[in-house]
């Protein structure tokens, strides 16, 4: 809640000085972990949207690493609402993520942290990412956080083709997981995408997490920190 208490105090929307203010918190909070965080600053095309993104990125190095995890949520939103729930939730389950694995030894493989900008333009910066960054390459396994809505569980609903391993490993390490196949189905009829889908031209496979109740919330002047259940943002973080 501290996160997110200045992180949703207003819209930030890309390129705007709000924008800003939430790139530089973002910065610091990793920084105050012991990370090194980069922004990402370039000019991104896509069909009839340009802008220019500021993508934060930053690596947990692991002991003996194949292929790097990511873990990603965007910090841009729309004009009206202050984004405590899109993508506010995410974020502060990162950071505190982050915080909780640098008390713990080091993990395997590298964990990539990405807080994607222009997500809400139509992906430009997760599309800005995977085709400028070299640390793309990199990425094996992507975890993508996002909303539609300002309560209800963490639905793991989107996941890779030929995905009986992750939805197996899935299934072992979550106690609270809440996952259905129809999701998807449901999914892929709406005119909605996530920086999910951008992040699959690299990454093998993954895990993409939502959650949808209270849709009247999204998108909206509501989507405030009076407008959110603290126990949807505890599952992103179980997740």
Same mark, same amino acid.
């Given at each position: 809640?501290?996160?997110?208490?200045?992180?949703? =105090?207003?819209?930030?929307?890309?390129?705007? &000085?709000?924008?800003?203010?939430?790139?530089?918190?973002?910065?610091?909070?990793?920084?105050?972990? $012991?990370?090194? +965080?980069?922004?990402?600053?370039?000019?991104?095309? /896509?069909?009839?949207?340009?802008?220019?993104?500021?993508?934060?990125?930053?690596?947990?190095?692991?002991?003996?690493?194949?292929?790097?995890?990511?873990?990603?949520?965007?910090? @841009?939103?729309?004009?009206?609402?202050? $984004?405590?729930? %899109?993508?506010?939730? /995410?974020?502060?389950?990162?950071?505190?993520?982050?915080?909780?694995?640098?008390?713990? &030894? &080091?993990?395997?493989? @590298?964990?990539?942290?990405?807080?994607?900008?222009?997500?809400?333009? $139509?992906?430009?910066?997760?599309?800005?990412? *995977?085709?400028?960054?070299?640390?793309? %390459?990199?990425?094996?396994?992507?975890?993508?956080?996002?909303?539609? $809505?300002? /309560?209800? &569980?963490?639905?793991?609903?989107?996941?890779?083709?030929?995905?009986?391993?992750?939805?197996?490993?899935? %299934?072992?390490?979550? +106690?609270?997981?809440?996952?259905?196949?129809?999701?998807?189905?449901?999914?892929?009829?709406? +005119?909605?995408?996530? @920086?999910?889908?951008?992040?699959?031209?690299?990454?093998?496979?993954?895990?993409?997490?939502?959650?949808?109740? =209270? *849709?009247?919330?999204?998108? /909206?002047?509501? %989507?405030?920190?009076?407008?959110?259940?603290?126990?949807?943002?505890?599952?992103?973080?179980?997740?």
């Amino acid at each position: 809640m501290k996160h997110l208490r200045v992180i949703a =105090s207003e819209p930030h929307v890309t390129g705007t &000085p709000a924008a800003a203010r939430v790139r530089d918190y973002l910065c610091n909070q990793l920084y105050a972990l $012991g990370l090194e +965080p980069v922004v990402q600053k370039t000019t991104i095309t /896509s069909f009839t949207q340009a802008a220019v993104v500021e993508n934060i990125t930053a690596t947990i190095k692991g002991t003996a690493n194949t292929k790097a995890v990511l873990m990603a949520g965007h910090y @841009d939103t729309v004009f009206l609402a202050p $984004g405590a729930n %899109d993508d506010g939730y /995410s974020l502060a389950a990162i950071l505190e993520t982050v915080r909780a694995l640098k008390a713990h &030894p &080091p993990l395997k493989n @590298d964990l990539i942290i990405l807080f994607t900008d222009g997500e809400e333009m $139509g992906m430009l910066g997760a599309k800005a990412f *995977v085709r400028q960054s070299p640390m793309a %390459d990199e990425v094996g396994f992507a975890m993508n956080f996002e909303a539609r $809505g300002s /309560s209800g &569980p963490s639905m793991m609903f989107e996941t890779n083709d030929q995905n009986g391993w992750v939805v197996r490993e899935f %299934d072992r390490a979550i +106690p609270t997981k809440f996952t259905t196949s129809l999701t998807y189905a449901l999914y892929k009829r709406l +005119p909605l995408n996530t @920086d999910f889908s951008v992040f699959k031209e690299k990454a093998s496979s993954g895990l993409n997490f939502a959650h949808g109740n =209270s *849709v009247i919330d999204y998108h /909206s002047v509501r %989507d405030d920190v009076a407008h959110m259940d603290l126990r949807t943002m505890q599952h992103h973080g179980e997740n």
